[in-house]
């Protein structure tokens, strides 16, 4: 068992900031299995690909679109005196700010949408990160791209619908003056966090037939770690180039997660 599995393993067992802080680490011990396994990186790049070009898509929408979604509730005043010249600069601010969300939706949209599209090769980079962490060649039915494709698409339409349904009316409050955008940063920050973490640990996790509720019930039960990882795989997607690159690092980072949580030896 790779050194990045079992440490997380002996983990589970410590402090409630040990665990968090293991699982903060995992996105970039990722990037650095990824660097030394080379062979992985023909698996990474559909998934990349993938991911820049939605986030590209989204995040031109997003722009595109900011002052119509503003407009909505407040159209841009006219600045012919003192008192409307400052209303249009709090309406710059808040054009900016929208805008700023907009850019922040759309690298989380990339990397849970992109993950429905990307499911055939997310899959195929998760057996082969897995065949690393645990030291174990993957059988010929499992290095197949298409096995288990529906079932991976599935499973991850399913866990960013349950997102998207969560986040619109979590985003909607940056639509209410004063408080409404800080709420509504913190809370979708905490909830894309969330998801994120259940995505790409799920990428293992549906290999072993668990249902949905034992993998929430196994997340759940390990929150500290989880949040932990899913806080540091959302920070990633602020780092320029790198942002446009996570898909592959949350994949294997989720693989080891998931492998930490749930012994495959144990399968139902």
Do not use: C
């Not at 989204?58 to 003192?82: C, F, H, N, Q, R």
């Not at 920050?189 to 019930?217: I, P």
């Not at 990882?229 to 320029?240: A, H, K, M, Q």
């Amino acid at each position: 068992m790779a050194p990045i599995v079992s440490d997380l393993r002996s983990a589970r067992s410590a402090s409630a900031p040990v665990r968090w802080a293991r699982g903060f680490a995992l996105p970039f011990r990722a990037v650095a299995l990824l660097w030394r396994h080379r062979s992985l990186w023909s698996w990474a790049v559909a998934p990349a690909l993938i991911g820049v070009l939605l986030f590209f898509g989204v995040a031109a929408t997003a722009i595109a679109y900011a002052d119509d979604l503003l407009a909505l509730w407040w159209s841009a005043p006219v600045a012919e005196g003192l008192w409307t010249g400052l209303l249009l600069l709090v309406w710059t601010v808040l054009y900016v700010l929208l805008v700023v969300v907009g850019v922040a939706g759309a690298y989380l949209t990339a990397l849970l949408l992109g993950g429905v599209v990307a499911s055939p090769f997310n899959d195929a980079l998760s057996i082969r990160a897995e065949a690393i962490l645990t030291g174990d060649a993957p059988s010929p039915d499992e290095v197949a791209m298409w096995t288990g494709l529906v079932r991976s698409i599935i499973s991850t339409a399913a866990v960013t619908g349950i997102y998207i349904a969560l986040a619109v009316p979590v985003l909607a409050l940056n639509l209410v003056p004063g408080i409404g955008p800080p709420v509504a940063t913190v809370l979708h920050a905490g909830l894309a966090a969330f998801f994120l973490a259940v995505e790409y640990a799920d990428v293992a996790l549906a290999r072993y037939g668990l249902s949905w509720r034992e993998k929430l019930d196994l997340l759940n039960a390990n929150r500290t770690m989880t949040a932990g990882f899913g806080l540091s795989t959302s920070l990633l997607l602020w780092i320029p180039g790198l942002n446009l690159v996570v898909m592959p690092i949350a994949v294997v980072g989720g693989t080891a997660l998931g492998l930490a949580l749930y012994d495959p030896d144990q399968r139902l």
